[in-house]
């Protein structure tokens, strides 16, 4: 008989579920001598397990590269939470552009690759992202992501629920909507146009919704402002999450937006490709706890 790691975890150490889960994800529980990170894993009834509370998450796994495709132009990678794309005026050493070069450097045999970038997610933001590996693929992909002609496709989990299924968000943004922060514009003409589409998967109780989202422009923060914009804000938004509201009901340390896909045709082969990155195991962990907690409800597409 099989149970979840957490599960397991939790019952053995006399730990809550999320405490489980959290040991699990910092690298502390072994699994028959064998460190596990996914609190999802199904063990073996009789498995030993042990615990190392003190064991600091190892560094190694945090400077990988997940590569989801790759051709003599292109890497879509799979970004964890918390990598930075590019390094900011403090000059971040572990970058995702400086993750990409080692791995090219030490592919190629080459002291400075060639690394580009096309288009950025937020820090806390996990999920696929594309960059170029070849001069001649730099223009090409920025043409595509300016022209909006590639599928941008993310899952996030949001407060509430949605009073239909599907549908299309058009609010201008603005660089500073009065409190420092980027927001929607509040005047006709005023600020530039975009556009999200959105399809709720599945609701958990009244206190969240699973929302699948497509982006048919691609400005600064357009998920995550179009969503508090129209009372269902990202789970987890430091930002333009909750301010002055009641807290949410479960505390998640990151916003909960995943780039779940891309699609294209690439510019120089002709070749269809879409790529998907799975949800991260701190996301499917949340989305877990909402469903014990508040059950769910599965919405039918409008397709």
Do not use: W
Not at 54 to 70: D, I
Not at 152 to 179: C, K, M, Q, W
Not at 193 to 211: D, I, K, M, N, W
Not at 235 to 244: E, H, L, N, S
Request: proline share 6%.
């Amino acid at each position: 008989m099989k149970n979840r790691l957490d599960k397991l975890v939790a019952e053995q150490f006399k730990l809550s579920r999320r405490g489980a889960r959290e040991a699990i994800l910092r690298g502390q529980i072994d699994v028959a001598g064998e460190r596990r990170l996914d609190p999802a894993d199904e063990i073996e009834a009789g498995e030993e397990l042990s615990y190392h509370p003190n064991r600091p998450r190892p560094e190694v796994a945090a400077r990988n590269l997940r590569v989801l495709y790759e051709d003599r132009d292109i890497l879509i990678i799979d970004k964890p939470t918390g990598l930075l794309c590019q390094p900011t005026q403090a000059r971040e050493r572990d970058t995702l552009l400086e993750r990409a070069g080692r791995y090219l450097a030490k592919k190629r045999g080459v002291d400075r690759p060639y690394v580009g970038v096309v288009h950025r997610i937020d820090q806390q933001t996990s999920g696929v992202i594309l960059v170029v590996i070849s001069p001649r693929a730099l223009r090409p992909f920025q043409n595509l992501f300016r022209t909006h002609t590639i599928e941008r496709s993310y899952l996030a989990v949001v407060e509430g629920v949605f009073l239909t299924p599907s549908g299309r968000i058009d609010l201008a943004l603005v660089g500073d909507a009065g409190d420092g922060r980027r927001g929607t514009a509040r005047e006709p003409g005023e600020g530039t146009p975009a556009t999200t589409h959105f399809q709720v998967v599945e609701s958990y109780g009244r206190a969240a919704s699973l929302v699948a989202l497509r982006l048919e422009t691609g400005r600064t923060h357009q998920i995550r402002i179009h969503l508090a914009a129209i009372g269902h804000p990202v789970v987890g938004d430091a930002v333009y999450g909750r301010r002055g509201r009641a807290v949410f009901p479960i505390r998640f340390p990151r916003q909960a937006l995943h780039a779940e896909a891309l699609g294209f045709i690439h510019p120089l082969s002709g070749q269809p490709i879409r790529v998907e990155s799975p949800l991260p195991a701190d996301y499917v962990a949340l989305i877990d706890e909402l469903k014990h907690k508040f059950g769910v409800t599965r919405v039918a597409s409008a397709d």
